[in-house]
């Protein structure tokens, strides 16, 4: 049974930081290419930012590119969604996802389907 669990949300004021973790549990980490999604109230579950196995490839979306970092401690079977400069409409839950994705690029990476595995999520809010 693999088991995602995210932590690190919380209510910070615009211009301020965030440091999201999601830890993994019952799969070969280092197996796995990981993503961070979001969802904001009475909005769809939009790709934030992702990276291949071994973290040597990484991809944002344009919204968050410049402000935000993925990284991966596959010693600490964790993923990492460093949150910088956050505005207001950062505000969303924020989903950790795994998967053994096969395929390369941007429009893989960033597609939902292509991950079987999903963390409960972590809200995230940037007030203005």
């Known amino acids: 049974q693999v088991q995602l669990v995210e932590s690190g949300g919380g209510l910070v004021q615009a211009g301020g930081s965030l440091r999201l973790s999601c830890t993994v549990s019952?799969?070969?980490?280092?197996?796995?290419?990981m993503g961070w999604f979001r969802q904001a109230p009475g909005k769809e579950r939009d790709f934030v930012a992702a990276?291949?196995?071994?973290?040597?490839?990484?991809y944002y979306d344009n919204s968050v590119k410049g402000r935000f970092t993925i990284s991966r401690d596959n010693a600490k079977n964790t993923v990492y969604l460093q949150m910088n400069s956050l505005k207001p409409e950062d505000t969303a839950v924020y989903y950790c996802a795994a998967g053994t994705v096969y395929c390369s690029g941007y429009g893989c990476y960033s597609r939902e389907y292509n991950y079987h595995f999903w963390g409960q999520g972590t809200q995230a809010t940037v007030s203005s």
């Open positions: 990276l291949n196995r071994n973290g040597g490839a990484t």
């Open positions: 019952g799969r070969t980490f280092s197996t796995l290419a």
